[in-house]
């Protein structure tokens, strides 16, 4: 068969270290794309062979989970995420764990796939000592998936499984290499990482009417437990009222989500809002934003997310 696009990244990868190598002085910025487990989740059969229909076990979920959230009163019915989620069941005779094993199914098998692209390009970068002494890698993605969870199956929600990403970083030497941080980070703390460690000199922007890149350096949490961190106590994600940002940034166009260590906050454009406990909730399954003695924590919550953006938080 023809190789997919994402072996071919892979390949075209490690061709790339292997001419570097012959300069291995040279410095070097390589980003590899691959597009796999996003959909169309399509992947060689021998990786579906992994994860047999009858051998898969869902995640823990809570019928009618939905009930207590707000996203529905932002976003119209058939968005793509309620839409999708209706329509897997209804191909499947409304059978919701056959319909969502056969979806997981397809994902496991397009991630083992990209497992194994990314896993051809380490090898490559590992055949040659003199680059991987002195080589950055950092694995990470551009979103979660929902599935199934509050009835939604797709990316673009506020709750943990679409929000959070994977994000392995391995610096050369480093003190942290092998062990897991907790604090939150967002994915624009990648290039200011980046920049701190190569020691680059310089602005981001071209001229005065630039503004400036947000985002913090990994590198203390990289090269000891528990060093100090200049960022946020959470990562913020937005979501714009009828797709991402569309030109406004107000607080009535976008809803926010906010995940620290211990919390979840999610504001949403029409005022209303969600919280959730992950150190008792780790599924967000009990939205206690309208308990009177939660409210001090939803107006912590508020503030770090004005913080961040220079925005008042305005509640319904």
């Known amino acids: 068969r023809d190789l997919t696009p994402d072996e071919r990244h892979a390949e075209w990868a ?4 292997g001419e570097r190598a012959e300069n291995p002085d040279r410095p070097f910025f390589m980003g590899v794309g691959f597009v796999r487990p996003h959909t169309p989740m399509y992947a060689p059969d021998r990786f579906f062979d992994m994860y047999p229909i009858e051998s898969l076990e869902l995640a823990p979920w809570q019928q009618n989970d939905e009930a207590d959230t707000r996203l529905i009163e932002n976003f119209p019915n058939d ?31 397009c991630v083992s796939f990209v497992d194994e692209q990314v896993g051809k390009v380490l090898e490559g970068l590992v055949k040659h000592p003199e680059l991987a002494a002195n080589t950055i890698v950092i694995f990470t993605a551009d979103h979660g998936w929902q599935m199934g969870e509050k009835s939604y199956l797709f990316k673009n929600s506020p709750w943990e499984e679409s929000t959070r990403v994977p994000m392995v970083v391995r610096v050369p030497r480093a003190a942290m290499n092998g062990s897991s941080v907790t604090r939150p980070v967002s994915l624009i703390d990648v290039f200011p990482t980046l920049v701190d460690f190569a020691r680059l000199e310089g602005d981001s922007r071209k001229n005065d009417q630039g503004a400036p890149i947000g985002g913090f350096s990994l590198r203390p949490l990289l090269e000891q437990e528990g060093g100090s961190w200049e960022g946020p106590s ?8 009828l797709g991402p940002f569309m030109g406004q940034w107000t607080s009535e166009k976008q809803n926010f989500s906010y995940r620290t260590e211990q919390w ?12 959730y406990d992950h150190s008792r909730d780790p599924h967000e399954w009990e939205n206690l934003a309208t308990q009177p003695r939660y409210q001090d924590t939803v107006s912590q919550l508020q503030q770090e997310i004005s913080a961040i953006t220079g925005l008042e938080l305005v509640d319904k």
Do not use: C, P, W
């Not at 959470?234 to 009222?241: E, F, P, R, S, Y």
């Not at 979840?264 to 919280?275: D, F, K, M, T, V």
């Open 234 to 241: 959470g990562a913020l994600t937005i979501m714009g009222v």
């Open 14 to 17: 490690v061709k790339q270290l």
């Open 264 to 275: 979840r906050y999610i504001h949403y454009s029409n005022g209303n809002n969600e919280l």
């Open 79 to 109: 968005a793509k995420g309620f839409k999708y989620y209706r329509e897997l069941l209804a191909s499947y005779g409304g059978d919701r764990d056959l319909a969502l094993k056969h979806f997981l199914q397809a994902y496991l098998a």
